[in-house]
T-cell receptor
Framework: DAGITQSPRHKVTETGTPVTLRCHQTENHRYMYWYRQDPGHGLRLIHY???????DKGEVSDGYSVSRSKTEDFLLTLESATSSQTSVYFCAIKKRERVNEQFFGPGTRLTVL | GNSVTQMEGPVTLSEEAFLTINCTYT??????LFWYVQYPGEGLQLLLK?????DKGSNKGFEATYRKETTSFHLEKGSVQVSDSAVYFCALSESGTSYGKLTFGQGTILTVHP
Protein backbone atom coordinates (compact mmCIF):
# COMPACT_ATOMS: atom_id res chain seq x y z
CA ASP A 1 0.00 0.00 0.00
CA ALA A 2 1.58 3.26 -1.15
CA GLY A 3 -0.60 5.39 1.12
CA ILE A 4 -2.28 7.17 -1.79
CA THR A 5 -5.99 7.73 -2.15
CA GLN A 6 -7.83 9.32 -5.04
CA SER A 7 -11.28 10.84 -5.05
CA PRO A 8 -13.71 10.41 -6.55
CA ARG A 9 -13.03 6.92 -7.92
CA HIS A 10 -15.65 7.31 -10.63
CA LYS A 11 -17.25 10.40 -12.09
CA VAL A 12 -19.57 11.13 -14.98
CA THR A 13 -19.92 14.73 -16.04
CA GLU A 14 -21.07 16.80 -18.97
CA THR A 15 -19.04 18.73 -21.52
CA GLY A 16 -18.20 22.22 -20.36
CA THR A 17 -18.44 21.59 -16.61
CA PRO A 18 -15.47 22.02 -14.27
CA VAL A 19 -14.10 18.92 -12.58
CA THR A 20 -11.55 18.56 -9.79
CA LEU A 21 -9.83 15.31 -8.92
CA ARG A 22 -8.01 14.91 -5.64
CA CYS A 23 -4.94 12.93 -4.77
CA HIS A 24 -4.06 12.50 -1.11
CA GLN A 25 -0.93 10.95 0.37
CA THR A 26 -0.28 10.10 3.98
CA GLU A 27 3.54 10.07 3.98
CA ASN A 28 4.51 13.70 3.15
CA HIS A 29 6.57 12.91 0.05
CA ARG A 30 7.80 15.84 -1.99
CA TYR A 31 7.08 14.63 -5.52
CA MET A 32 3.60 13.97 -6.87
CA TYR A 33 2.40 13.30 -10.42
CA TRP A 34 -0.81 13.16 -12.43
CA TYR A 35 -1.07 10.79 -15.42
CA ARG A 36 -3.85 9.84 -17.74
CA GLN A 37 -4.22 6.32 -19.15
CA ASP A 38 -5.73 5.75 -22.57
CA PRO A 39 -5.77 2.61 -24.74
CA GLY A 40 -2.78 2.49 -27.06
CA HIS A 41 -0.99 5.31 -25.24
CA GLY A 42 0.03 3.82 -21.95
CA LEU A 43 0.27 6.49 -19.28
CA ARG A 44 1.09 10.08 -20.15
CA LEU A 45 2.20 12.73 -17.69
CA ILE A 46 -0.15 15.69 -17.27
CA HIS A 47 1.48 17.73 -14.48
CA TYR A 48 3.81 17.10 -11.61
CA UNK A 49 4.76 18.80 -8.39
CA UNK A 50 8.06 18.99 -6.54
CA UNK A 51 6.80 20.77 -3.46
CA UNK A 52 4.07 22.98 -2.06
CA UNK A 53 3.14 25.53 -4.72
CA UNK A 54 5.83 24.11 -7.06
CA UNK A 55 4.35 22.51 -10.15
CA ASP A 56 5.26 22.02 -13.78
CA LYS A 57 3.70 20.77 -16.99
CA GLY A 58 3.99 17.31 -18.45
CA GLU A 59 3.50 16.19 -22.04
CA VAL A 60 -0.32 16.48 -22.15
CA SER A 61 -1.08 19.49 -19.94
CA ASP A 62 -3.42 21.43 -22.26
CA GLY A 63 -6.87 21.79 -20.66
CA TYR A 64 -5.62 20.87 -17.17
CA SER A 65 -4.42 22.84 -14.19
CA VAL A 66 -3.09 21.70 -10.84
CA SER A 67 -2.64 23.05 -7.36
CA ARG A 68 -0.70 21.95 -4.32
CA SER A 69 -1.36 24.11 -1.29
CA LYS A 70 -0.22 21.47 1.20
CA THR A 71 2.16 18.57 0.97
CA GLU A 72 -0.42 15.81 1.21
CA ASP A 73 -2.85 16.98 -1.47
CA PHE A 74 -2.39 17.42 -5.22
CA LEU A 75 -5.47 18.58 -7.12
CA LEU A 76 -6.09 18.21 -10.85
CA THR A 77 -8.70 20.52 -12.39
CA LEU A 78 -10.36 20.35 -15.75
CA GLU A 79 -11.65 23.91 -16.13
CA SER A 80 -14.14 22.99 -18.85
CA ALA A 81 -14.29 19.26 -19.46
CA THR A 82 -14.32 17.90 -23.00
CA SER A 83 -15.07 14.41 -24.29
CA SER A 84 -11.38 13.96 -25.18
CA GLN A 85 -10.65 14.11 -21.46
CA THR A 86 -12.59 10.92 -20.83
CA SER A 87 -9.89 8.74 -19.35
CA VAL A 88 -8.57 7.01 -16.28
CA TYR A 89 -6.48 9.36 -14.16
CA PHE A 90 -3.70 8.13 -11.90
CA CYS A 91 -1.83 9.96 -9.21
CA ALA A 92 1.67 8.84 -8.26
CA ILE A 93 4.33 9.73 -5.71
CA LYS A 94 8.08 9.35 -5.60
CA LYS A 95 9.32 8.28 -2.20
CA ARG A 96 13.06 8.82 -2.43
CA GLU A 97 14.93 11.84 -3.79
CA ARG A 98 17.43 10.03 -6.01
CA VAL A 99 15.41 6.94 -6.88
CA ASN A 100 12.98 7.47 -9.74
CA GLU A 101 10.49 4.71 -9.06
CA GLN A 102 6.95 5.86 -8.52
CA PHE A 103 4.02 4.47 -6.57
CA PHE A 104 0.52 4.79 -7.94
CA GLY A 105 -2.91 5.42 -6.54
CA PRO A 106 -5.99 3.35 -7.49
CA GLY A 107 -7.13 5.72 -10.25
CA THR A 108 -10.21 7.79 -11.09
CA ARG A 109 -12.35 6.86 -14.04
CA LEU A 110 -13.76 10.04 -15.59
CA THR A 111 -16.42 10.05 -18.30
CA VAL A 112 -17.29 13.30 -20.05
CA LEU A 113 -20.55 13.10 -21.98
CA GLY B 1 12.65 13.02 -26.77
CA ASN B 2 12.39 9.81 -24.81
CA SER B 3 10.18 6.98 -25.99
CA VAL B 4 9.36 3.38 -25.12
CA THR B 5 8.01 0.79 -27.54
CA GLN B 6 6.44 -2.47 -26.40
CA MET B 7 5.37 -5.45 -28.41
CA GLU B 8 1.81 -5.38 -29.60
CA GLY B 9 -0.70 -7.35 -27.61
CA PRO B 10 -2.76 -8.95 -26.51
CA VAL B 11 -0.65 -11.96 -25.59
CA THR B 12 -2.52 -15.17 -24.79
CA LEU B 13 -0.70 -18.11 -23.20
CA SER B 14 -1.50 -21.37 -21.50
CA GLU B 15 -0.50 -21.87 -17.89
CA GLU B 16 3.18 -22.86 -17.46
CA ALA B 17 4.17 -21.41 -20.84
CA PHE B 18 7.24 -19.19 -21.27
CA LEU B 19 6.60 -15.46 -21.48
CA THR B 20 8.53 -12.76 -23.29
CA ILE B 21 7.29 -9.20 -23.67
CA ASN B 22 9.63 -7.07 -25.75
CA CYS B 23 10.51 -3.51 -24.79
CA THR B 24 12.89 -1.14 -26.56
CA TYR B 25 13.61 2.45 -25.71
CA THR B 26 15.06 5.70 -27.01
CA UNK B 27 16.69 8.02 -24.52
CA UNK B 28 19.70 10.21 -24.00
CA UNK B 29 22.22 9.25 -21.40
CA UNK B 30 21.64 6.31 -19.10
CA UNK B 31 18.00 6.04 -18.10
CA UNK B 32 16.58 3.82 -15.38
CA LEU B 33 14.19 1.17 -16.69
CA PHE B 34 11.08 -0.27 -15.09
CA TRP B 35 8.36 -2.83 -15.58
CA TYR B 36 5.00 -2.06 -14.00
CA VAL B 37 2.00 -4.40 -13.78
CA GLN B 38 -1.65 -3.42 -13.61
CA TYR B 39 -4.19 -5.98 -12.44
CA PRO B 40 -7.83 -5.46 -13.45
CA GLY B 41 -9.41 -2.46 -11.73
CA GLU B 42 -6.23 -1.49 -9.92
CA GLY B 43 -3.41 1.04 -10.17
CA LEU B 44 0.07 0.25 -11.38
CA GLN B 45 2.52 -1.68 -9.24
CA LEU B 46 6.26 -1.70 -9.72
CA LEU B 47 7.28 -5.19 -10.81
CA LEU B 48 11.04 -4.75 -11.26
CA LYS B 49 13.67 -2.20 -12.21
CA UNK B 50 17.24 -1.77 -13.43
CA UNK B 51 19.30 1.36 -13.10
CA UNK B 52 22.40 0.66 -15.20
CA UNK B 53 23.59 -1.36 -18.17
CA UNK B 54 23.71 -5.15 -17.66
CA ASP B 55 21.68 -4.94 -14.46
CA LYS B 56 19.06 -7.65 -14.11
CA GLY B 57 15.85 -6.83 -12.29
CA SER B 58 13.82 -9.71 -10.91
CA ASN B 59 10.67 -10.22 -8.86
CA LYS B 60 7.97 -12.90 -8.52
CA GLY B 61 9.69 -15.08 -11.16
CA PHE B 62 9.87 -12.24 -13.70
CA GLU B 63 13.22 -11.02 -15.00
CA ALA B 64 14.49 -8.29 -17.31
CA THR B 65 18.04 -7.31 -18.25
CA TYR B 66 19.09 -3.77 -19.15
CA ARG B 67 20.79 -4.09 -22.55
CA LYS B 68 22.31 -0.79 -23.60
CA GLU B 69 23.78 -2.13 -26.84
CA THR B 70 20.31 -3.08 -28.09
CA THR B 71 18.42 -0.44 -26.04
CA SER B 72 16.14 -3.16 -24.74
CA PHE B 73 14.59 -4.34 -21.48
CA HIS B 74 12.58 -7.45 -22.35
CA LEU B 75 10.40 -9.02 -19.67
CA GLU B 76 10.57 -12.81 -19.24
CA LYS B 77 9.02 -15.47 -17.04
CA GLY B 78 9.71 -19.15 -17.29
CA SER B 79 6.29 -20.47 -16.32
CA VAL B 80 3.27 -18.18 -16.22
CA GLN B 81 0.23 -18.65 -14.01
CA VAL B 82 -3.37 -17.60 -14.44
CA SER B 83 -2.77 -15.00 -11.74
CA ASP B 84 -0.21 -13.28 -14.00
CA SER B 85 -3.01 -12.09 -16.28
CA ALA B 86 -2.66 -8.32 -16.30
CA VAL B 87 -1.41 -5.36 -18.32
CA TYR B 88 2.36 -4.88 -18.32
CA PHE B 89 4.01 -1.51 -18.90
CA CYS B 90 7.63 -0.82 -19.68
CA ALA B 91 8.86 2.63 -18.60
CA LEU B 92 11.99 4.73 -18.37
CA SER B 93 13.18 7.60 -16.29
CA GLU B 94 15.84 10.00 -17.45
CA SER B 95 19.08 10.03 -15.58
CA GLY B 96 20.44 13.20 -14.08
CA THR B 97 17.16 14.73 -12.99
CA SER B 98 15.48 14.50 -9.64
CA TYR B 99 12.00 15.13 -10.94
CA GLY B 100 11.80 11.48 -11.92
CA LYS B 101 9.33 11.77 -14.75
CA LEU B 102 8.40 8.43 -16.28
CA THR B 103 7.86 7.71 -19.98
CA PHE B 104 5.66 4.65 -20.55
CA GLY B 105 5.16 2.21 -23.36
CA GLN B 106 1.63 1.55 -24.55
CA GLY B 107 1.14 -1.52 -22.40
CA THR B 108 0.79 -5.21 -23.26
CA ILE B 109 -2.27 -7.19 -22.19
CA LEU B 110 -1.41 -10.70 -21.02
CA THR B 111 -4.08 -13.38 -20.62
CA VAL B 112 -3.13 -16.77 -19.21
CA HIS B 113 -5.56 -19.67 -19.59
CA PRO B 114 -5.63 -22.73 -17.33
Amino acid sequence: DAGITQSPRHKVTETGTPVTLRCHQTENHRYMYWYRQDPGHGLRLIHYSYGVKDTDKGEVSDGYSVSRSKTEDFLLTLESATSSQTSVYFCAIKKRERVNEQFFGPGTRLTVL
Amino acid sequence: GNSVTQMEGPVTLSEEAFLTINCTYTATGYPSLFWYVQYPGEGLQLLLKATKADDKGSNKGFEATYRKETTSFHLEKGSVQVSDSAVYFCALSESGTSYGKLTFGQGTILTVHP
